[in-house]
Each structure stands twice: as structure tokens, then as C-alpha cells.
């Protein structure tokens, strides 16, 4: 009696034992030497369904993997921070702001008058004149 070719896999009589094919290589090999291969899919490993032999099996490639950013620190309460950029400036205390300010409180008569902003004139948005609408020739019937 003569044996059929199984590939890469083991045949035992007294021990049957299931065949698979690789979804790598494409040998046959007994099902339990197959193995499933996991990929990283978001934050955890998948298992892709695919059964694989021991040389096809692929370790799970690292940089598919998320970078996972830690949270924020706690803010402090009430922050007293530095105006360095003002400093660098050598404008410090602040410039002015480049928008007229109500005054808060008493008004000093002596201060300079806040600037005043020409708001642009714009011309107003016209649309395109349409072409009249066509109208086609009378049609002449003749006697």
C-alpha cells in the first residue's frame, strides 16, 4: 500500500492527528504545529485567524503598535507666571492693546486720548448680471 505525499506533516496510525495548511508557505502540517498570528491592532494584540508554521510565524512588529501619552499634570492653583516675553521685548509693563479699551475707574484728564480706527469701506458684494433667458425662434408652419 503506498503512502500519499502529506507534506510537512507527521502521519501516526495509532495516534491520527488532524493536517492544516500553512497560510504562509502553503505545506501541509499537523494542526496542532500551527500556530495563529497575532498583529497589533490599537492598543492590544489581534489575532488575525491566520494559521502559520513555526518558520512563518512572525513576532508581532513593534511600531504598529500606539504610543500611549500620559495625562496632563495637575494645574496649581492660582499660577503666578513670569511675562518673559515682554521682558525679551524690553517693553515691560505691557504695550498697549491695538483696540480702543473702556477706562475702568476715574478718568485722567491728562492722558492721551485712546486711538481711534478707520473701519475700511468695502463695496458690497454684486453678483453677475445673468444672460436673458433663451427664448427660441417662432416656428412658421408653412401653407
Known amino acids: ?7 510537512r506533516a507527521r502521519v501516526n496510525p495509532r495516534a491520527p ?24 491592532r490599537g492598543p492590544r494584540l489581534m489575532n488575525t485567524r491566520k494559521r502559520v508554521c513555526p518558520k512563518c510565524l512572525d513576532k508581532p512588529f513593534i511600531f504598529n503598535r500606539p504610543i ?8 496649581r492653583m492660582d499660577p503666578r507666571p513670569e511675562n518673559f ?3 525679551d ?7 498697549p492693546l491695538p483696540w480702543p479699551v473702556q477706562p475702568v475707574g476715574p478718568v485722567n ?3 492721551p486720548a485712546p486711538p ?3 473701519v475700511p469701506q468695502v463695496e458690497p458684494y454684486l453678483p453677475p ?13 408653412e401653407p
Open 116 to 118: 481711534q480706527f478707520a
Open 1 to 7: 500500500m503506498a503512502w500519499r505525499h502529506t507534506g
Open 85 to 87: 516675553a515682554a521682558l
Open 129 to 141: 448680471a445673468l444672460p436673458p433667458p433663451f427664448v427660441p425662434p417662432a416656428i412658421e408652419s
Open 17 to 40: 492527528s488532524a493536517f492544516g495548511v500553512c497560510q504562509g508557505c502553503g505545506f501541509w502540517y499537523n494542526l496542532d504545529n500551527l500556530a495563529y498570528q497575532f498583529e497589533w
Open 89 to 95: 521685548q524690553g517693553t515691560y509693563p505691557l504695550p
Open 68 to 75: 500611549v501619552i500620559p495625562p496632563d499634570p495637575v494645574p
Open 109 to 111: 484728564p491728562s492722558a
